[in-house]
């Protein structure tokens, strides 16, 4: 798609992309909100243009933090002057409800930032378990980080009460990086209409960025035209698979390789209610040297990994399984090269013990 040749970003079929692409957003986010666009930018501008549009200075946000994205949503709301306040809970495990209930009573926010995907850690926060919360604070807008989550994992912005939610192309979307989808509710809006002053960053400023996606088509920057096609045809080939059964395919294969890495003698760094299928976290077993498998891994086998963040560094491995790359030949692929690399560091691990588990879990029954 992005080989296709340029239009200009005003010309009326690039102006049918356009529209096309806020419909098959909306499918994917769960939305009817009318400002549902990509950002152009990657994921953290998503992050950016959700804060700086929402936040005004002064305005008291709180920002739930277990993993890396967590610590980048409090900085950029720090940027914005915004009063932050952070709730945290320890990295590889979600925040608790009744904690982030109790610190909205005793905090009042404005706005609650908190990551539904944190990629460094592995874990999925049940954000829909907040919708009787948020109900008790109707004047809280609910932001969301959904870039690990939309296309792998069920996003439902309306249903969940989501404010603003923002994601990023090259995660469960598979799709090259350089676009952030994004959308805001009604409330949301009000929000930014009654702003006192102008949004600090002109670039992000969806008063303006929403004239050219809206009925207006208000030239404000250049779309990145490329990006726009091949984000279309992404989520074409999303819509074409159907949400469900994606969501199920990234579910059974990350249960797959669950039941490989256990039969290896290995483990999941998380509990088993809050594991991300789109992002799976193995703990490194005693005595084996993590930047040497991860070379191994990525030279001879043409695999890449990821290493643990911050707190986590040397002690898991983060294994995507992201879009088209979940799939059964990666999760047996990756078995059979990790049990070799293991080996050959003198980790005992059953012969074929890995892939063999695997193959049985995908022979059962769906
Ligand atoms: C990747 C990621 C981001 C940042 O996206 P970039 O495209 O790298 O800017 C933000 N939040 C989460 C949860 C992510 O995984």
Redesign the pocket.
Same mark, same amino acid.
């Given at each position: 798609a992005m080989a296709k040749p340029m239009l200009g970003h005003l010309d009326p079929e690039f102006l049918q992309i356009m529209n096309k692409l806020q419909e098959l957003l909306r499918q994917a986010f769960g939305t009817k909100n009318p400002l549902t666009i990509p950002i152009s930018g990657? /994921?953290?501008a998503g992050?950016e243009a959700a804060f700086v549009n929402v936040v005004e200075p002064g305005d008291r946000v709180l920002v739930c933090i277990n993993g890396v994205?967590g610590e980048r949503m409090a900085d950029v709301a720090d940027r914005c002057g915004a009063e932050v306040k952070t709730l945290s809970a320890p990295w590889g495990q979600p925040l608790d409800t009744a904690g982030i209930e109790e610190a909205i009573r005793a905090f009042q926010p404005r706005i609650l930032g908190i990551?539904h995907?944190?990629?460094s850690t592995g874990v999925l926060q049940p954000i829909e378990d907040l919708r009787p919360v948020l109900k008790k604070f109707p004047q809280l807008l609910l932001l969301v980080?959904t870039?690990?989550s939309l296309g792998g994992h069920p996003v439902k912005v309306d249903d969940w009460g989501i404010d603003v939610c923002y994601s /990023?192309t090259?995660?469960c979307l598979s799709c090259p990086?350089g676009l952030a989808p994004i959308t805001f509710s009604a409330k949301a809006m009000e929000k930014i209409k009654g702003r006192a002053k102008k949004v600090q960053s002109w670039y992000l400023d969806m008063n303006m960025v929403g004239k050219y996606w809206g009925s207006e088509r208000t030239y404000h920057h250049t779309a990145p035209i490329s990006m726009n096609y091949a984000l279309l045809e992404a989520l074409r080939i999303l819509h074409e698979e159907g949400l469900e059964p994606r969501y199920e395919r990234h579910r059974r294969n990350h249960l797959a390789l669950v039941r490989g890495i256990e039969a290896l003698g290995l483990h999941m760094h998380v509990a088993e209610p809050f594991r991300l299928w789109s992002l799976n976290a193995v703990s490194i077993p005693a005595g084996i040297d993590d930047a040497k498998v991860r070379l191994k891994l990525l030279q001879e086998y043409n695999l890449e990994i990821g290493g643990g963040l911050g707190a986590l560094k040397g002690k898991i491995w983060r294994v995507g399984l992201m879009g088209h790359s979940s799939n059964e030949a990666n999760v047996l692929y990756f078995l059979t090269a990790l049990e070799q690399t293991l080996k050959e560091q003198g980790f005992e691990v059953p012969r074929g013990a890995g892939a063999s588990a695997a193959r049985e879990f995908y022979a059962e029954p769906a």
């Open positions: 990657t /994921g953290s992050m994205f990551v995907a944190e990629t980080d870039v690990t /990023g090259q995660k990086p």
